[in-house]
């Protein structure tokens, strides 16, 4: 899907920061992950490094785009 782009790091934590529970934000952000397939071990770093900074509102948003 990607053939060989790397998930870039800031881009990454840029869109987490934005993630909101709503349905679009939730399958834009998914998409865009997927996209980056190949990169899968790192998006989910990413991502539980995210997560932890994340209070409890947004830590539903961030388990709605794991799901």
């Known amino acids: 899907m ?3 782009v790397s998930v870039n790091r800031e881009s ?3 869109r987490l920061s934005g993630l909101n529970s709503s349905q679009q934000s939730i399958e834009g952000t998914s998409k865009w992950c997927i ?3 190949k990169d899968a071990k ?3 770093n990413i991502w ?3 997560f932890a900074r994340a209070s409890g509102e947004r830590r539903v ?3 709605y785009l794991v799901n």
């Open 42 to 44: 790192t998006v989910v």
């Open 35 to 37: 996209f980056y397939i």
């Open 61 to 63: 948003a961030f388990m």
């Open 12 to 14: 990454l934590v840029q």
């Open 2 to 4: 990607s053939g060989g």
């Open 48 to 50: 539980a490094e995210e």
